[in-house]
């Protein structure tokens, strides 16, 4: 089992709404830095929104996002969510969530754990 499971994907219409929820199916630490990234067919792994632990919480989104979607963690149950709304037919891909990233600098360059991803389709 991945050590990180997604729920919420599914199919809309543009203009609509999903949220989505990523829970670990292990003991993972609830302070790291967290995200969530997607992949449509035939394109790279992209970063959607990042929320950075240690208590900091800063967001940061994708400039493609910014403004529609929300990133969220709730510390108590270790649950990570992504609201979306006003979404559009480019969203549509697969979303993973990842949790704890390690750092070179200021920039991302890993993150440990991995879901196994949902697909989130979005209709013209």
């Known amino acids: 089992q991945a050590p990180l499971v997604e729920s919420g994907g599914g199919s809309v219409q543009a203009g609509g709404s999903l949220s989505l929820s990523c829970q670990p199916s292990?003991?993972?630490?609830?302070?790291?830095?967290m995200a969530w990234y997607r992949q449509a067919s035939g394109k790279e792994r992209e970063m959607v929104a990042v929320i950075r632990g240690q208590g900091d919480g800063t967001k940061t989104y994708a400039d493609s996002v910014k403004g529609r979607f929300t990133i969220s963690h709730d510390e108590t149950k270790n649950m990570l969510f992504l609201q979306m709304s006003s979404l559009k037919t480019e969203d549509t891909a697969v979303y993973y969530c990842?949790?704890?990233?390690?750092?070179?600098?200021?920039?991302?360059?890993?993150?440990?754990?991995w879901g196994q991803g949902t697909q989130v389709t979005v209709s013209s």
């Open positions: 990842a949790f704890c990233a390690s750092y070179n600098g200021d920039k991302i360059s890993r993150f440990e754990y």
């Open positions: 292990g003991s993972i630490s609830n302070r790291c830095t």
